[in-house]
T-cell receptor
């Protein structure tokens, strides 16, 4: 199993540009999560999904959108990038809600 | 909302024990976790403890849980330079909440 994979690893965006961060897991997990990690801070939950076709907002959803058309994929969309979205983004998945989360390697995004 | 708090930095000498502390506020937490993050990588689960346990030992790692005080600690015995990383405490009942992480530096 590859586990949780994320692409790209790094990206620089200009203010106002759009992009999609990709996340895929091959463990047949129902639950998937997107977090952002700012320097010196813990992880903040952006969006999560409890299964294909179902998504819900986390703690910091503004400026982001997600979709979950398949069990495997959970892309995160930034429509109008802002400097405040400069962060490291982690995708995670778990079999059971509240259970061990498996993390991807992260995407480091800079918005200038 | 519910919070998970940790001190941000800890520095120890190689061979010493490290103790990383965490406090949480959600008394209904089911599991409490310790994750390790090495530079440029995602988080990896180190160990976890079920909320009805007081202690869990796994090789060099000892987790202590004081449910009354909502205090969790991670002790690493014989700390090595390879243990240098950021350690995150997390609690869950439904969703998971993370602390800000403790950066452990191990000096030779």
């Amino acid at each position: 199993n590859a586990g949780v994979t994320q692409t790209p690893k790094f990206r620089i965006l200009k203010i106002g540009q759009s992009m999609t961060l990709q996340c895929t897991q091959d463990m047949n997990h129902n639950y998937m999560y997107w977090y952002r990690q700012d320097p010196g801070m813990g992880l903040k939950l952006i969006y999560y999904s409890v299964g294909a076709g179902i998504t819900d907002k986390g703690e910091v959803p503004n400026g982001y959108n997600v979709s979950r058309s398949t069990t495997e994929d959970f892309p995160l969309r930034l429509e109008l990038a802002a400097p405040s979205q400069t962060s490291v983004y982690f995708c995670a998945s778990t079999r059971d809600r509240g259970g061990e989360q498996y993390f991807g390697p992260g995407t480091r995004l800079t918005v200038t | 909302g519910e919070d998970v708090e940790q001190s941000l930095f800890l520095s120890v000498r190689e061979g010493d024990s490290s103790v990383i502390n965490c406090t949480y506020t959600d008394s209904s937490s089911t599991y409490l976790y310790w994750y390790k993050q090495e530079p440029g990588a995602g988080l990896q689960l180190l160990t976890y403890i079920f909320s009805n346990m007081d202690m869990k030992q796994d090789q060099r790692l000892t987790v202590l849980l004081n449910k009354k005080d909502k205090h969790l600690s991670l002790r690493i015995a014989d700390t090595q330079t390879g243990d240098s990383a950021i350690y995150f405490c997390a609690e869950s009942r439904n969703d998971m909440r993370f602390g800000a992480g403790t950066r452990l530096t191990v000096k030779p």
